[in-house]
């Protein structure tokens, strides 16, 4: 069974800058950071069918989407208020999902 690592309401900041991850984000569902502040890994867009490569930062014990979350919300044309869930899949890979607040 898949396991919920995130779920978030979009705000404007999400969608221009970054996705600063919630804090009640499952750490231990995502790959580990090795001694290094950021990691890389793919993310499949369940409604495109499409894969990215994102980057995952934690600064300030704070982790934030960078690199590749930006192609993501102009791909999936997101909005303020549209709700994602990133989940990790029992073969191992990672899916999100959006649900558009309208």
């Known amino acids: 069974m898949a396991m919920e690592i995130f779920m ?3 705000t404007s900041v999400d969608i221009d800058r970054r996705l600063e991850l919630p804090t ?8 580990p950071f090795q001694d290094a502040r950021e990691n890389m890994f793919p993310i499949m867009l369940e409604q495109a069918g ?3 490569r ?3 930062s934690c600064k300030a014990g704070r ?5 590749g979350w930006i192609e993501i919300a102009r791909h ?3 909005n303020a208020g549209d709700v994602v869930t990133l ?3 029992d073969q191992g890979g990672y899916k999100m999902t959006v ?3 309208a």
């Open 76 to 78: 999936l044309r997101l």
């Open 50 to 52: 499409v894969e990215v």
């Open 8 to 10: 978030k309401k979009l």
């Open 24 to 31: 009640d984000t499952r750490r231990e569902a995502l790959p």
């Open 87 to 89: 989940r990790r899949e």
């Open 63 to 67: 982790l934030a989407f960078t690199k």
């Open 99 to 101: 649900k558009s607040r």
């Open 54 to 56: 994102v980057h995952c």
